[in-house]
């Protein structure tokens, strides 16, 4: 199985601030990767999907890089709104495999 | 725009038979996979596995054959079951649909509203 591991599992930060989330792959995944947004109580929402496209409706202040095994997030002006759990999501390989979140937090 | 809406039994004793039913609406089963993925209370997100409307299915292997995932056209439906449950299977239950681009790459968009199943003798 391809291990998707992410960075920081946790993150407190302020509103306005500009935050960068990294998602690592342990096998080549060339752009198979998706980033999504899970508020609590909720069902995750897709926010970036092949690495670096935003779904219509995604506010433009979040961005994504990336190819092969190292991908980022970006976050470049927080929102009250986007304090949430963020998870990345490999599509290359069966079995498909999810990072294990990174929690944002308001500091 | 199409939505999912999940039904199924929430409440299960152990080595009972998980089932879960997800309608599709606003679109059709029609040349996409359909996918399913749970996640234990305060933990990530686990795979489980996706069928499209032809039956075609990539499952989890580290289920070990208790998933059944099949796909009901007439309805517009398609269903997981999880046979011998136990403890270790409580979470909250998605279904979401396999969105892609023509290139290859694909995501997981829309989900379904989640099923929480609580495995507890």
């Known amino acids: 199985d391809i291990q998707m591991t992410q960075s920081p599992s946790s993150l407190s930060a302020s509103v306005g601030d500009r935050v960068t989330i990294t998602c690592r792959a342990s096998?080549?995944?060339?752009?198979?990767l998706n980033w999504y947004q899970q508020q609590p109580g909720e069902a995750p929402k897709v926010l970036i999907y092949?690495?670096?496209n935003l779904p219509s409706g995604v506010p433009s202040r979040f961005s994504a890089t990336g190819s092969g095994t190292d991908f980022t997030l970006t976050i470049s002006s927080l929102q009250p709104e986007d304090f949430a759990t963020y998870y990345c999501?490999?599509?290359?390989?069966?079995?498909?495999?999810f990072g294990q979140g990174t929690k944002l937090e308001i500091k | 725009q199409v939505q999912l809406q999940q039904s199924g039994a929430g409440l299960l004793k152990p080595s009972e038979t998980l089932s879960l039913t997800c309608v599709v609406s606003?679109?059709?089963?029609?040349?996409?996979?359909w996918s399913w993925i749970r996640q234990p209370p305060g933990k990530g997100l686990e795979w489980i596995g996706e069928?499209?409307?032809?039956?075609?299915?990539n499952d989890n292997p580290s289920l070990k054959s208790r998933v059944t995932i099949s796909v009901d056209t007439s309805k517009n439906q398609f269903s997981l079951k999880l046979t011998s449950v136990s403890a270790a299977d409580t979470a909250v239950y998605y279904c979401?649909?396999?969105?892609?681009?023509?290139?290859?790459?694909?995501?997981?968009?829309?989900w379904g509203q989640g099923t929480l199943v609580t495995v507890s003798s």
């Open positions: 999501h490999q599509s290359h390989s069966t079995p498909q495999t």
């Open positions: 069928i499209d409307h032809n039956g075609n299915i």
């Open positions: 979401a649909k396999v969105s892609r681009t023509s290139s290859g790459p694909k995501w997981l968009d829309p």
């Open positions: 092949a690495a670096s």
């Open positions: 096998q080549n995944i060339i752009a198979y």
């Open positions: 606003g679109g059709s089963l029609s040349g996409y996979y």
